[in-house]
């Protein structure tokens, strides 16, 4: 045991030590959890190896009742005992899936300290590349590949997408892990209330360079989040621009890649990786999902819905509705009007 007890003192248990509210908080969920289910736990434990032990076949003083079948007491403890651990963890979890939902801004900084009015959310948009992490800080319009920071105390909203496969977005110290997918956003609000650096990586397999596919991340006070940013300028160099071109090489796969930085960041480019359309001759989702949403390309579908009969219209309950626009044609560099493309009178 002494060998074990040994290996065991150089772990670090991040997850009970964390330094974020966040992550405080659902480390106290796990700990609330825990104890609870000990409650019964610990007892049934106890009981059974105390049963086994005054019951053995050797104890002949041990009361024999072999047509003994029921006790109110027994019954009682035995069912009010898990049904109230149930109630109490049903309680907890419905109030703490609420209140640490990662989609919801923070309302404190920690647990002794509101969140003053006067403090925005540094946003910082993440994307999953094969295998590395991207950091766009629109704000600073800066760029980085491996490595991000952020002001101790001051809220973090991160926006998080994915260039390819799905991933998982994990920093243990300062919140839980969080998806990442191609074509989708999920966010999660955090904050890092001590100095230190502190260690980032995927939690979900993505292919052959996931092992690699970690970052760092670096709690500093408002000054040095400044240093950092100039700094991560000041080393980028005059080269040091994520167009899109440059983006696209970047998004090439890549295993162990070490830290980068970009002075600038090309404007929109998160929103073209999110929408599938960094390449210029592509169509982004949100665009094309417009497009649907106004009939398809122009063509029958627009023209079904325009041309409801007046019945139709009554049932589907649009009778009295505005009247909505639709896509008659698209356009192309060839033809600015669109007129080779309408091909359905409306």
């Known amino acids: 045991m002494l060998p074990a007890v040994a290996m065991l003192a150089g772990c670090n248990a991040v997850l009970l030590s964390p330094s974020g509210d966040i992550a ?10 825990t104890v609870l289910m000990l409650i019964i736990i610990v007892p049934v434990i106890v009981l059974t190896l105390l049963f086994a032990w005054r019951y053995r076949a050797s104890n002949k003083e041990a009361t024999y009742e072999p047509d003994w079948d029921h006790s109110t007491l027994l019954e009682l403890l035995i069912w009010a005992a898990p049904l109230l651990i149930i109630i109490a963890l049903g309680a907890l979890t419905w109030v703490s899936t609420h209140k640490l939902d990662p989609y919801r801004p923070l309302d404190r900084v920690s647990a002794t300290r509101e969140l003053p009015a006067n403090v925005k959310p540094l946003i910082v948009e993440v994307v999953a590349l094969d295998w590395k992490w991207l950091f766009l800080y629109p704000e600073q319009g800066i760029a980085t590949v491996n490595e991000m920071a952020a002001p101790v105390d001051r809220p973090i909203m991160f926006k998080i997408t994915s260039s390819t496969v799905m991933n998982s977005f994990f920093i243990p110290a300062l919140a839980g ?34 092992s690699g596919m970690r ?100 049932r589907l309950g649009i009778d009295d509705s505005k009247a909505k626009t639709y896509v008659g044609a698209m356009c192309t560099p060839t033809d600015l009007s669109g007129s080779a493309n309408a091909s359905v009178p409306l």
Request: hydrophobic share 40%; proline share 3%; net charge neutral.
């Open 24 to 33: 405080a908080q659902q480390r106290d969920l796990i700990i609330y959890s």
């Open 177 to 210: 892990q969080i998806y990442a997918m191609p074509g989708m956003e999920t966010k999660l609000h955090a904050v890092i209330n001590h100095p230190g650096d502190y260690e980032g990586f995927s939690a979900n397999f993505s292919g052959a360079g996931f």
């Open 215 to 314: 970052f760092r991340f670096h709690g500093v006070s408002e000054g040095d989040f400044d240093k950092w940013v100039a700094k991560a300028k000041a080393e980028a160099g005059n080269a040091g621009e994520l167009t899109r071109d440059a983006y696209l090489k970047l998004e090439q796969p890549s295993e162990r890649d070490p830290v980068k930085y970009f002075a600038t960041v090309a404007p929109g480019l998160y929103d073209a990786i999110l929408n599938r359309c960094v390449e210029a001759n592509r169509m982004c989702m949100k665009d094309m999902m417009a497009v649907d949403q106004r009939g398809g390309l122009g063509m029958a579908g627009a023209y079904n819905v325009a041309k409801l009969d007046t019945a139709s219209r009554k």
